[in-house]
């Protein structure tokens, strides 16, 4: 016989010294459980994913990276970055040179750029322009210049 009183949240028994349990009150309980269980560690909305457990517990990586000189390098990260963020080291993030200004450092993200770098799937794209355009020079890959480059999940 199943118990007088039930559980508040899910409904189990709960025998009173006068009750009779049977062996199918205790199998009804359980498969309760573990539905309640399943129903709850299957929740995507609930729990993170493994993707989102890597945002939260590495939401970024950095490295130093050494300029080659190139137009153009590619830094794979090993993941698709949300945001990227470069600068040399030991130098100000722009300087004015009289005709045209030296960017350093960059950001950017999936759906914009402020130059100099880009993503594209899982690389950081890294520019080094050989002259000035509108004004702006990007020297972001200049040869054996140090850069830090910070890649966010």
């Known amino acids: 016989m199943p118990s007088t009183n039930k559980t508040p949240h899910l409904q189990l028994n709960s025998w009173l010294g006068t009750d009779i349990p049977k062996r199918a009150d ?3 309980d359980n498969e309760i459980l573990d539905s309640a269980v399943y129903n709850h560690t299957s929740d995507s909305t ?3 994913t493994s993707a989102e457990k890597g945002r939260v517990s590495e939401p970024f990586t950095s490295s130093v990276i ?3 000189g190139m137009q153009t390098a590619s830094v794979n ?5 949300k945001l990227a963020i470069m600068y ?3 130098a ?3 300087k004015y040179n009289g005709s045209y ?3 350093y450092a960059a950001i950017a993200a999936p759906n914009g750029i402020s130059g100099g770098i880009s993503i594209s799937g899982t690389s950081v794209i890294i520019n080094q322009n050989t002259a000035a355009s509108n004004g702006v020079k990007y020297n972001l890959n200049e040869n054996n210049s140090r850069y830090i480059l910070l890649a966010f999940r």
């Open 26 to 28: 205790f199998v009804a």
């Open 46 to 48: 609930a729990h993170l």
């Open 66 to 68: 050494l300029g080659n």
């Open 77 to 81: 990260v090993g993941f698709a970055p």
């Open 88 to 90: 040399k080291i030991e």
């Open 92 to 94: 100000p993030l722009t």
């Open 101 to 103: 200004t030296d960017v």
